[in-house]
């Protein structure tokens, strides 16, 4: 790993080394917010197998009415019983680095190569997470400032029109309510995790400012978009989590969600391993490893199993 970068004093004179900040900058990152709402799932763990088998219960028939009439058997229902299984898999990168480059340079290499593998792995993880989350069947796309379209089979089928505004989050939040009976994820709210354009297609609808100009006016001012309906915000920067230019009309991506919505089968906890130095201490090495995945509860479009909602567009 190159820790000095060298150059000519002039253009036919002597190489020099410039002198050295105090100080070592690393580049920004984007912030991880999808895994802060995955469950790890219970009861799996290291030498359980290669995949762990989610039993689910689907919710009986309402009837018609209740009522037993003399001299009848009570009317029988059946329980249906479904599985889901979720396959780990390794998951990890590594950096390399030298002895030399430790006794030479100013700065702990192997502190810095575990700070960065940290953010990486980090930001891993959330778009697995991300993705786990868009697999879901229901799929909503904007055709146009006030309408929604939903579809069921897990893709869409037409682009997007418009941008995310109060209008289609309304009709989402009644579709996720009524139809899909999608249980909120903490006491009455649903969440919504949303990419930056998403958001600024929130904060520039003027249904947004006229609702939030009486109840909270210092939104606009703090950037935050807050609750709409019953639903809770949280916008990430992430771009391999959510897309801001979504097939032709660039839409912004956003994911509605309830409880129970993704959950992580994890074997081996994500870590950093130190490699075993190599060429007699001069090869050294640091990675992240983890035996893990992701993957959706219910991977349905029913009513009552459905758990998220992905709002966006068609590639082309």
């Known amino acids: 790993m190159a820790n000095f970068e060298w150059t000519f004093d002039a253009p036919s004179g002597v190489y020099k080394n410039h002198a050295l900040s105090a100080d070592l900058r690393s580049a920004a990152v984007a912030e991880s917010k999808f895994m802060q709402f995955v469950r790890p799932e219970s009861g799996y763990g290291r030498k359980s197998g290669e995949s762990i088998t989610i039993a689910r219960v689907s919710s009986l028939a309402l009837p018609t009415s209740g009522k037993l009439q003399e001299g009848l058997k009570i009317p029988e229902d059946s329980l249906t019983i479904s599985t889901v299984a979720i396959t780990v898999s390794e998951w990890g990168r590594a950096v390399p680095y030298t002895s030399l480059s430790e006794d030479l340079s100013k700065f702990d290499m192997e502190s810095i190569v575990q700070q960065e593998l940290m953010k990486q792995m980090r930001l891993v993880l959330d778009g697995a997470a991300a993705a786990a989350f868009k697999t879901c069947k229901v799929k909503a796309r904007s055709t146009s400032v006030s309408a929604v379209a939903f579809d069921t089979a897990g893709s869409f089928t037409a682009l997007g029109t418009n941008q995310l505004d109060v209008a289609h989050v309304e009709q989402i939040r009644d579709y996720m309510y009524k139809d899909l009976l999608v249980p909120p994820y903490e006491g009455d709210d649903y969440v919504a995790l949303v990419s930056t354009k998403a958001k600024r297609g929130l904060l520039s609808d003027p249904a947004w400012e006229d609702f939030h100009k009486y109840t909270d006016p210092q939104a606009k001012y703090n950037g935050e978009i807050g ?27 956003a994911l509605f969600f309830g409880s129970d919505a993704v959950v992580m089968a994890v074997a081996l906890d994500p870590e950093l391993r130190a490699g075993i130095p190599g060429d007699f201490g001069r090869q050294k090495a640091v990675a992240w490893y983890g035996i893990m995945d992701f993957g959706l509860v219910w991977d349905t479009a029913n009513a009552g199993e459905a758990k998220v909602v992905h709002f966006g567009s068609s590639l082309v």
């Open 227 to 253: 609750r709409i309906e019953n639903i809770r915000f949280i916008e990430t920067n992430n771009n391999a989590a959510l897309g801001n230019a979504v097939g032709t009309n660039s839409i912004g991506e």
